[in-house]
């Protein structure tokens, strides 16, 4: 859900939704 906010940062976004999900 974050990765939509931080489109700029998707390997940062990435790793926080990962982490987020979990």
Do not use: N, P, Q, W
Request: proline share 0%; charged share 55%; glycine share 4%.
């Amino acid at each position: 859900a974050l990765g939509r906010r931080t489109r700029k940062r998707k390997k940062y976004s990435d790793s926080f939704i990962l982490r987020r999900r979990k």
